[in-house]
């Protein structure tokens, strides 16, 4: 033995590279090529038998765990009572709110978590956070397996839509307690064989820098907000007469959102010169959803998430097309289980059948916006994440709007509004019509006649996520403040 092997057996020092038995966590989730070849094209009943043995397994971690066993014993249920993954309907759904109010009676990281400092003697952890866009972020804990299928989940996508040993992906998004940066970079070096350009947002290196780290280094793939994509390009063209598609860009990875039409994917494909692919993830599970080559809807992580689609008043499993809300069992955490956690995001099923690409993994429509972020405005329900098609309607917008309620009262009538703000782009050549247009449009797709306040470009900059971190901010509710 040599000194160096002598000297880490006899370590007592939780050491991170000998908490895994790889062996066993690349069976259970192969790596991407491997994925691709076999896991990724099984049938649907292959699919199904694998998800209900890690379902399964993850009952007895459930029962374990003090937050789940509340919760389910408060229903009565006990401990045998759930058979087979057919039996998940049994299982109370929690949400964000439920962890929050966890955490805070037993702080600092909840029931939910366990003795994270007893663990932390002989198992590594890790820490991020959710982006805070509904309230103050909370804290996710990670032990080996869980990071590792952070970056492992994003390999297989990125691998899927056509990364390669030597490719240089740059990533502006920053490693820090948010999990998008991460992802990525762990799936690049880690698992890919491609160069992560770890340059974070705008507010770290320039929007300028980035595009000329870019041109000397040659990325050829971005991980990267649309939002953001948009504005590099313009940056590019401002203030280094370049043209983006010189670059000649593999494709972008993007979350798109709401983009049902594909108008904002498509007005990226011709500014960029490349494919654009949507992607969904939220920093519990890592990659949930993801496009192949086909975009032809996101296809679920079936082997490392089960997904659900509910209703989101009466929280029942919702027929194939109907929009409800994602609820969530991740089939691989341990470390901070998640079994039927309603993410409260909305989407629908759009195919249970083989993609053209080979796979059976269930297909999803974009993700719509998020239910807990709804108004009512005059009896309507509002999302404001749907003003997308009809902001990109019109390529003289930048894209960037932000949704304002306000109420009012008026002779002892009070009456709710909503005004929605619209940048416009500098070079737009006029304004005429243009806010008619998007009303019209507004009020065609979302049955309520609004107020459009059309602004200069980069006037929404303080709600926006052009060069900085976390989600746009589109929402403000302004009608319960004290005046």
């Known amino acids: 033995m040599t000194v160096l092997q002598r000297g880490v057996a006899e370590s007592s020092l939780p050491n991170y590279h000998r908490s895994i038995d790889w062996d066993a966590l690349y069976k259970r989730y192969p790596v991407p090529d491997v994925f691709e070849r076999g896991r990724w094209r ?64 037993n702080p600092p990281f909840g029931l939910i978590n366990g003795d994270v400092f007893a663990k932390m003697q002989t198992t590594p952890m890790k820490l991020q956070t959710s982006g805070g866009t509904t309230g103050k972020p909370r804290p996710t804990l990670y032990a080996p397996q869980e990071w590792e299928m952070n970056g492992l989940t994003h390999a297989r996508n990125l691998y899927i839509c056509g990364v390669r040993p030597g490719d240089r992906v740059q990533i502006p998004h920053t490693a820090s307690l948010g999990n998008a940066g991460w992802c990525a970079y762990k799936a690049c070096h880690d698992y890919l064989g491609a160069m992560p350009i770890t340059t974070g947002t705008g507010a770290v290196t320039s929007s300028r820098r980035q595009i000329e780290i870019a041109q000397d280094w040659g990325t050829n793939v971005w991980y990267v907000r649309p939002e953001y994509a948009t504005q590099l390009a313009k940056v590019a063209r401002d203030e280094l007469n370049f043209d983006v598609r010189d670059l000649k860009t593999k494709f972008l990875g993007c979350g798109l959102g709401p983009d049902t039409e594909n108008t ?20 519990e599970m890592g990659m949930g959803a993801f496009e192949c080559q086909h975009q032809a809807g996101l296809h679920f992580h079936e082997d490392s998430t089960f997904f659900e689609i509910v209703g989101v008043e009466d929280e029942k499993p919702t027929p194939v097309g109907e929009i409800g809300n994602m ?22 099923i759009v195919s249970t059948e083989r993609c053209e690409c080979g796979s059976c993994f269930r297909r999803m429509q974009k993700m719509l916006g998020r239910s807990d972020t709804m108004v009512r405005i005059r ?48 070079d737009a050549g006029g304004w005429d019509g243009l806010k008619d247009h998007i009303e019209k449009r507004l009020h065609s797709d979302l049955g309520l006649k609004l107020t459009v306040e059309l602004v200069a470009e980069d006037a929404l900059m303080e709600w926006s996520n052009r060069g900085r971190e976390g989600k746009p901010k589109r929402i403000l509710d302004h009608r319960f403040e004290k005046k």
């Open 379 to 426: 009896g309507v329900s509002i999302w404001p994440q749907a003003c997308l098609p009809a902001i990109k309607s019109d390529n003289r917008t930048t894209g960037e709007w932000l949704c304002i309620a306000e109420r009012n009262v008026r002779d002892g009538v009070v009456r709710d509004e909503m005004t929605v703000k619209v940048e416009v782009r500098d």
């Open 327 to 348: 609820v969530c069992t991740i089939l691989h955490r341990r470390q901070q289980p998640m079994i039927r956690f309603n993410l409260r995001d909305l989407t629908r």
């Open 42 to 105: 099984w049938s649907s009943d292959e699919i199904r038998a694998f998800q209900n043995e890690q379902f399964l397994d993850l009952m007895v971690t459930g029962w374990q765990n003090g937050f789940y066993k509340r919760r389910w014993s408060a229903v009565g249920l006990e401990p045998g009572d759930i058979k087979s993954i057919d039996d998940i309907v049994k299982l109370p759904m929690f949400d964000s709110a439920d962890i929050k109010k966890d955490q805070e009676e």
């Open 264 to 283: 904002f994917r498509n007005q990226l494909q011709d500014l960029w010169g490349c494919k654009v692919y949507d992607m969904y993830g939220t920093h």
